[in-house]
């Protein structure tokens, strides 16, 4: 019995061993690589869902389509609007109609870099992604056989999925079809992408001034770092709970549902977001959440998970205050009215590129 119970946990050692090293390599390679923006390059694609052009176009139909929403109202751009660099400028996002969202709408910009979707990334990949919203009761609210079957009796649909993916309407066609189109929405022409190219004229000198800030005294750079400014990693900053957590019943009803729906046991008397937790049930995650990216930063507001902070001087005050109160991840910054100044200056200046346009397709 014992015997057997040591042989099972050498086994088990070494097995763990080639993970520990290689842990310990991906802790130490991540180190290396902190401290460094770096210019955009091409967006990965997966080999299993390759980009056509006509493909995109499909993608980009259903993005704009109603259909994909159970009472026909909203679309995917209604809470990722093209015109506010993808978001829908609320604190707390829009919502299936009688319901609430609980977080905020992230920027779909440049989310083909991202190896975690979602502020809990909960999703990998933005196939696996797209599904949520459509089937989330709070979001888009809508049956997946149900929409099947709708897109597959629409003519011009049916064509173009025989056309793109050589077969009929299924909900993981229609995700990889999105996915796609999601991928074409890149950063464009970006002030730091040109200065860190060699154009030096591309930022101001107090966004010069900023820069340092972020990556000396502020330390923003261990984390916002890499070419997306963030590092795919989650933190529990305590950002201040959103107020309509608890003061909205219907906010507090999605908080608990979401809870329910990922086997939290506590759901019933939950008080607060849970963040990454709620997917790892991991301790050293509670109120982990995703480093999220700081390009188009200037359009985003409100920001945080919650959309807490309405402008970029409450978030670097958070910040320069050591973050939330009772967390062990950040340290007073003590920086210096200017230093406030220029960071803000790098932030709303450098990281936000033109508009992304997109004229409205023909549904059909
Ligand atoms: C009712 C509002 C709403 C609708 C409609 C909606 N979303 Fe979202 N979306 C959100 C919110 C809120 C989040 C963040 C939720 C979270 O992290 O828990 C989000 C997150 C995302 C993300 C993750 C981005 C990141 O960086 O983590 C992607 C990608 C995305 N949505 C794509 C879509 C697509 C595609 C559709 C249409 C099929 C869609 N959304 C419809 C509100 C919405
Ligand atoms: C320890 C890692 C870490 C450090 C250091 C850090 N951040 Fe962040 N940052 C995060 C995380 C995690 C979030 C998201 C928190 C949330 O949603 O609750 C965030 C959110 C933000 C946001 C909001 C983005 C949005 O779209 O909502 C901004 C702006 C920001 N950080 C700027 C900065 C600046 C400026 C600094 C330096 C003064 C900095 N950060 C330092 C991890 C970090």
Same mark, same amino acid.
């Given at each position: ?44 694609? =997966?080999?299993?869902? =390759? ?50 969202? /609980? ?62 993916? *050589? ?31 060699? %154009? ?5 000198? %107090?966004?010069?001034? *900023? ?6 005294? *502020?330390? @923003?750079?261990? @984390? ?9 990693? #989650? ?21 608990? #549902? +979401? ?22 049930? %991991?301790?050293?995650? /509670?109120?982990?959440?995703?480093? =999220? ?8 507001? =409100? !920001? ?13 005050? #958070? ?22 100044? !220029? ?9 936000? *590129? ?8 023909? +549904?059909?």
């Amino acid at each position: 019995m014992r015997k057997n119970r040591n042989n099972r946990r050498l086994r088990l050692r070494s097995k763990m061993r080639p993970v520990f090293s290689l842990t310990l390599a991906l802790v130490l390679s991540s180190f290396a690589s902190a401290g460094n923006l770096e210019p955009l390059k091409a967006a990965p694609v =997966p080999e299993n869902n =390759p980009q056509t052009p006509a493909k995109i176009e499909l993608g980009k139909k259903l993005f704009f389509d109603r259909r994909l929403s159970g009472d026909g109202t909203m679309n995917c751009a209604t809470c990722h609007n093209p015109e506010l660099a993808f978001t829908d400028g609320l604190d707390i996002s829009l919502s299936y109609p009688t319901t609430k969202n /609980w977080r905020n709408s992230p920027t779909l910009i440049d989310s083909a870099f991202r190896k975690y979707l979602f502020y809990d990334g909960r999703a990998k990949t933005l196939e696996e992604q797209a599904l949520f919203p459509m089937m989330s009761a709070f979001e888009m609210n809508k049956n997946l056989d149900y929409l099947e079957e709708q897109i597959q009796l629409v003519p011009e649909y049916r064509a173009e999925f025989s056309k793109v993916f *050589g077969g009929e309407v299924t909900r993981e066609r229609i995700a990889m079809a999105i996915a796609a189109f999601e991928r074409t929405l890149i950063s464009k022409s970006t002030p730091l992408d040109r200065y860190l190219k060699g %154009d030096e004229s591309a930022l101001s000198e %107090d966004a010069k001034k *900023g820069l340092v800030v972020f990556k000396g005294k *502020g330390k @923003c750079i261990e @984390c916002h770092d890499g070419a997306d400014l963030a590092d795919d990693r #989650f933190y529990a900053l305590n950002v201040p709970e959103n107020p309509k957590l608890l003061d909205d019943p219907r906010v507090t009803t999605t908080m608990r #549902f +979401v809870a329910k729906v990922y086997h939290y046991d506590g759901y019933r008397s939950l008080k607060e977001d849970p963040g990454r937790y709620l997917i790892t049930k %991991d301790k050293k995650d /509670w109120k982990a959440f995703r480093t =999220p990216t700081l390009r188009y930063i200037a359009k985003t507001a =409100p !920001y945080m998970h919650n959309g807490v902070f309405e402008t970029l001087d409450q978030v670097i005050g #958070f910040f320069d205050r050591g973050g939330g109160e009772g967390n062990t991840v950040l340290k007073p910054l003590g920086l210096s009215p200017d230093e406030k100044r !220029y960071l803000k200056t790098f932030m709303a200046e450098a990281l936000t *590129g033109e508009d992304i346009v997109i004229k409205n397709p023909d +549904v059909p």
